[in-house]
């Protein structure tokens, strides 16, 4: 297991290292945009009370990866203990933190969840964008009033990082500087397509990010958690080892004891 992990983990480290660059900078871009946006301009940044919540856990659908699916079933309920009197909803992306969240707390159901429950069988850009945009018309019609993203970030092979991530709406970049509110954009094509176009595509692009961050850790969580599987296997066949021989001498022991003793007595 730690050597397929290692395999797959080559393929999903080289996934996250080309996509984060560009989701990175996409999503400056879609702070620095929103900023310079009237909040009637753009549904995606509308800030509302915080009454109903949609948390998207992003976990892996098999075990046997040390603490990564706890940790995330561990970073909801914080986050509901940090915000009692909200009311949550969870999407689970991954049958583990499924499993352990639907005993506790309220899991989305119909077109969403079924898409859900499939996205690791189609883990490519157009699949996951379906999530996306779900997650955005119903963070628009009002059903939600925040979506939060929970997922472990790819540090490296041994290290993974929890993140709790706002989704929607989209936080506006902070002025850099004295008396500067916002960046001054010249729109082309214009306003309207901006809207239309970048900023649901960058939330597309924000989410993917998010899954091939916890793909690539899943794969090394995994295999660092077989790796030490395997030396504390090794250390426990060692010591049965040592107690066998111990057992086995001792044994022996008894015997010449025994033969000496029954010699002695017969002459």
Request: aromatic letters at 0%; zero cysteines; a positive charge.
């Given at each position: 297991m730690k050597m397929v992990s290692a395999?797959?983990?080559r393929r999903a480290q080289d996934a996250i290292v080309q996509m984060r660059p560009y989701s990175e900078?996409?999503?400056d871009i879609l702070a620095n945009l929103s900023s310079s946006l009237d909040a009637s301009e753009n549904s995606y940044a509308e800030v509302r009370d915080q009454k109903k919540v949609l948390i998207i856990a992003?976990?892996?659908n098999r075990g046997l990866a040390g603490a990564f699916n706890a940790n995330i079933v561990k970073a909801v309920d914080h986050w509901k203990k940090s915000h009692l009197g909200v009311d949550i909803e969870v999407l689970a992306l991954g049958k583990k933190a499924g499993d352990a969240l639907k005993k506790r707390y309220v899991m989305v159901n119909g077109t969403f969840s079924s898409l859900a429950a499939d996205v690791y069988e189609n883990l490519n850009f157009g699949f996951v964008s379906n999530i996306a945009t779900e997650a955005m018309q119903r963070f628009t019609s009002g059903q939600y009033d925040q979506v939060f993203l929970v997922y472990n970030s790819f540090k490296n092979a041994a290290s993974q990082i929890i993140k709790t991530e706002q989704f929607l709406p989209i936080i506006p970049a902070e002025p850099s500087g004295?008396?500067?509110?916002?960046v001054d954009y010249i729109f082309e094509p214009s306003k309207e397509e901006i809207i239309k176009d970048l900023i649901p595509k960058s939330l597309r692009v924000q989410l993917y990010k998010a899954l091939l961050d916890s793909h690539a850790s899943e794969h090394g969580a995994r295999?660092?958690?077989?790796h030490k599987a395997t030396d504390n296997a090794g250390e426990l066949l060692k010591n049965l080892k040592l107690t066998y021989n111990k057992a086995r001498?001792?044994?022996i022991t008894g015997e010449i004891l025994e033969i000496v003793a029954g010699a002695e007595a017969l002459s």
């Open positions: 395999a797959k983990l900078k996409l999503q992003i976990s892996s004295e008396g500067m509110s916002s295999m660092t958690a077989m001498q001792a044994a």
